[in-house]
């Protein structure tokens, strides 16, 4: 990304974890704030809605994907899994490469030794926590809300496909309701969570597509596909933490 910086030795670091690992793997960094220096994760795993949980100390456990802004793959693997998708436009493409990658038998992990600055929501604004808790931009939060949902349906195993997306539907719709009625902001739920069915139901086509070469394509169990996700839901825990976000135009 043009908003991140290898540190030094990064590359080797990199290319012995490729020679080490399969060939169908994803490689990362540990990522590091562009402005402050510290630590903020060690790739992420997922909660059962799709949202990052960031790993906060350095393992050997299976993680569930890694941003864009630090992502190796081999080139021929990029062509098969097809790169990220036009349809999503932009975030969570790098949430959709890890998941397609999985599903194929390959795995998601970070190399020893080095890693990455990065300016977080530099690009479309928010995506931190600063010292007036969660702050983020319509933009960011519609695509973010859309593509994920578009990952849970192209991308999860078997038939628990179904009641997880409806369960997540329904508690969009909730979270929009509350969110417009604190923020007192009826847009935030027309233009975010709204916008969710009304693209799920447009590309459709296109969705039920792509899900099927996922699933043709798929050479591990359901099991072996959530092993990387955590069951704490990530919104829950952030709400906890730092209340109800802040949108702005």
């Not at 030094?8 to 490689?27: N, Q």
């Not at 798929?218 to 829950?236: D, H, Q």
């Amino acid at each position: 990304n043009n908003d991140a910086m290898l540190m030094p030795g990064a590359i080797a670091a990199l290319l012995e974890a490729a020679r080490m690992g399969g060939v169908k793997d994803i490689l990362t960094l540990a990522q590091y704030d562009w402005q402050t220096g510290t630590l903020v994760d060690h790739g992420c795993r997922l909660d059962l809605f799709y949202n990052p949980v960031p790993q906060s100390e350095e393992s050997d456990s299976e993680i569930a994907m890694t941003i864009g802004a630090c992502l190796w793959i081999r080139r021929d693997v990029w062509h098969t899994l097809g790169g990220f998708p036009v349809w999503m436009e932009s975030i969570g493409e790098d949430l959709y490469l890890c998941c397609t990658a999985r599903l194929r038998g390959g795995r998601v992990r970070v190399a020893a030794g080095s890693g990455y600055r990065h300016w977080q929501g530099k690009t479309f604004g928010g995506n931190r926590a600063g010292e007036g808790g969660l702050s983020s931009t319509l933009l960011r939060r519609r695509l973010s809300e859309r593509n994920k949902t578009f990952a849970m349906f192209t991308c999860t195993p078997g038939m628990v496909v179904v009641p997880l997306l409806l369960a997540h539907l329904v508690l969009l719709m909730v979270e929009g309701v509350l969110l417009s009625v604190i923020r007192h902001n009826s847009r935030l739920f027309r233009d975010i969570y709204l916008a969710v069915p009304r693209a799920l139901i447009a590309q459709r086509n296109t969705l039920c597509r792509v899900r099927h070469d996922n699933m043709a394509a798929r050479r591990i169990s359901t099991g072996e596909y959530f092993r990387a996700f955590a069951w704490r839901p990530r919104k829950l825990s952030m709400l906890i933490r730092y209340g109800w976000p802040r949108i702005r135009r």
